[in-house]
Every structure is written in structure tokens, then in C-alpha cells.
């Protein structure tokens, strides 16, 4: 049997494990334009009822991910993957510069999306973006970003510093701030809204226990934080899809921790970025939880305002079936 004769038969017989090992030894040869011709047939057989489109976005995910600019860009721009491990802008950022895949990248929001991905990641200077500078400022963290590989992501959060426990106030006084509310909860929005997560906020007169305390914790441990550590913890929440929901990627998640800052301290849109590293630097930033081992994706947040009295806080939790839900509230 020839090899062209293996490519017929695993797509007649709809052989999804013999076209991905196919794939594997193109990738291995690199033969880029093999594997471009492959989808498109692939592309064909669906149009005759072959159940081959996971084959399809399989490709085209191995070509953002592995394949040189030249193939990759087009992949990227061809808009979104629903069933890729994540934004293929992020995908393709991941292993190549802007230098690589500019080129090859036609305009719109996915080639604005890689750019926006290739800032988080540390370049400068490579063109507008939505919203936020083309350079990360010296206020922001080193942000945690996903290591991709063709049957897995490795996307870990970042750390969180030493605990210690706090007494908690028995009366509190919440306050209406849908608008913070709703900013803390967005950044969690893919685990509430497409996984099996939940998300309760909070806005409170006072300090960070009360809004800790305005949650229906009795008891807590407090873990002070610096706002880069915040930015950094906001960022990754962001960008994760939870257990089950869509990655939105490194850039969103960037995205999302400005629009905190600038929602809970009444900023002009689109921020400064003088005046959001002011704001970021005087709000007092905590993680907290109650003491229970911890499950899954979990974002526990408390932000507080000393100049005007007022604090916020976020508990968000997600978990995929074979998690225990032990330490969720």
C-alpha cells in the first residue's frame, strides 16, 4: 500500500487515530504543505458525510502550533477553532515571535489577537492593540502564560504567598456596585457560564475582612498580596477556560485584570497607563480561603480602597467530575 493509498482508505474509513498518526509523522518530516493538502481533503470528505472535521481543526491547530510563520499565520487568520486547545492567536504566540508570523497575518482581530498575545509574552512596540499599550509596564507582572503541546495544555497558576489567619468582623454593610461586581465576575465568566463553576462577589464599606466576612465566611485565612501578584492571579483566571469552558487566552486575560483596576477606581476607558499603575499600587490586595484543601480552578480575591472605605471581593471556583468539591463554598 502506497502512502497516498493509506491517506484514501483512513479517510474512507473515517480512521481518526490513523490520520492523527499520519499527521504526527508530517509534523516529524516537517511537510507543511502535505499536511495543508491533507486537511483539504479531509475538508472534502466531510461535504460527502465523513465525520473528519475534528481531523480538519486537528491540522490546522499542529499548523499554528509547530508549523513556520508561512503556515501558521493563515491558519490563525482563518478565524476562530471552536475545538482547539485554545485562541489559535495565543497558539501560534506561543512559539514564534511577531517578526515570524507578521507577515503572514491579513488584518483583523486575529492578527491584532497575536500581537496583543506576543506583549503578554514581553514584546514591545510591534503595533496597536485593543485598548491597553503594545509594551508591558514596569508596574505589571511577568505574567503566567500556557505551554501548548498537539494533546495537551499546560496552563499552571500562579503562586500564592504565605497565609495567615485573620478574625473576621460579625457585622459588615454591603454596598451597590453592580459595575465592580460584574468586572471581578468577567473574569471568570467561561467557568460559570460553559463549566460547572461558580461565582459569588461582594462590595462592602470597609477592608478586605469585611468583604471576605460579607461572603458568609466565619473563619479565614488572609494571604497579603502586592497589586503585580493580584494582576498576575486576575490575568490568569482571565485567559482560563475552567475545566470545561473556552480558553480566552493570555491577552483577555491581561485585558481583564486592566478593566478591574479601571472599573474599581472610576478610570477613563481606555486607561492611562501612569494612572492605572497609581491605582493598582494603592488598592491593598489579598487571597484568602477558609482554611479547606483546595479544588481545581479556584480565584479568591479581596481588594480593598483605604481613600474612600471600600472593598471588594470575588470567590469563583471550578472543577472538572472526578474532582472532589471538598473546600468549595
Not at 483512513?10 to 498518526?21: F, G, M, P, S
Not at 486576575?234 to 486575560?253: I, T
Request: glycine content about 10%; some cysteine.
Amino acid at each position: 500500500m502506497t502512502f497516498d493509498d493509506r491517506i484514501v482508505q483512513a479517510i474512507e474509513y473515517q480512521d481518526t487515530d490513523e490520520l492523527i498518526r499520519i499527521v504526527d509523522g508530517m509534523v516529524a518530516s516537517r511537510d507543511w504543505d502535505a499536511m495543508v493538502k491533507l486537511r483539504h481533503r479531509c475538508q472534502e470528505a466531510v461535504t460527502r458525510g465523513r465525520q473528519l472535521w475534528g481531523v480538519d481543526e486537528h491540522i490546522r491547530y499542529r499548523l499554528a502550533l509547530q508549523a513556520p510563520g508561512k503556515w501558521a499565520g493563515p491558519a490563525v487568520t482563518e478565524g476562530p477553532a471552536r475545538f482547539a486547545l485554545g485562541p489559535l492567536a495565543e497558539v501560534a504566540a506561543s512559539t514564534k515571535t511577531w517578526a515570524d508570523l507578521e507577515p503572514y497575518l491579513e488584518p483583523g482581530p486575529e492578527r491584532m489577537t497575536v500581537a496583543a498575545e506576543r506583549v503578554v509574552r514581553g514584546e514591545s512596540g510591534i503595533g496597536p492593540i485593543v485598548d491597553l499599550p503594545d509594551g508591558l509596564q514596569e508596574w505589571e507582572p511577568e505574567y503566567r502564560t500556557p505551554t501548548y503541546h498537539p494533546d495537551r495544555i499546560e496552563d499552571p497558576s500562579p503562586d500564592v504567598p504565605g497565609f495567615e489567619p485573620v478574625d473576621l468582623p460579625d457585622d459588615t454593610r454591603t454596598i451597590a456596585d453592580p459595575e465592580s461586581e460584574e468586572a471581578l465576575a468577567d473574569l471568570v465568566q467561561p467557568w460559570t457560564n460553559e463549566s460547572n463553576g461558580r461565582c459569588q462577589t461582594v462590595s462592602v464599606e470597609g477592608g478586605t475582612t469585611e468583604a471576605i466576612a460579607s461572603l458568609g465566611l466565619s473563619t479565614a485565612r488572609l494571604a497579603r498580596m502586592k497589586h503585580d501578584e493580584a494582576l498576575a492571579w486576575m490575568a490568569w483566571a482571565g485567559a482560563s477556560g475552567g475545566a470545561h469552558g473556552r480558553r480566552r487566552g493570555a491577552a483577555a486575560g491581561r485585558y481583564g485584570a486592566w478593566w478591574v483596576i479601571a472599573t474599581l477606581c472610576d478610570l477613563d476607558w481606555p486607561p492611562d497607563p501612569e494612572e492605572t499603575g497609581r491605582a493598582a499600587r494603592r488598592l491593598e490586595w489579598a487571597w484568602f480561603d477558609d482554611g479547606a484543601p483546595g479544588t481545581g480552578w479556584q480565584l479568591r480575591l479581596a481588594v480593598a480602597d483605604p481613600e474612600h472605605g471600600l472593598a471588594w471581593a470575588v470567590s469563583a471556583i471550578d472543577w472538572a467530575e472526578e474532582d472532589t468539591l471538598l473546600g468549595a463554598e
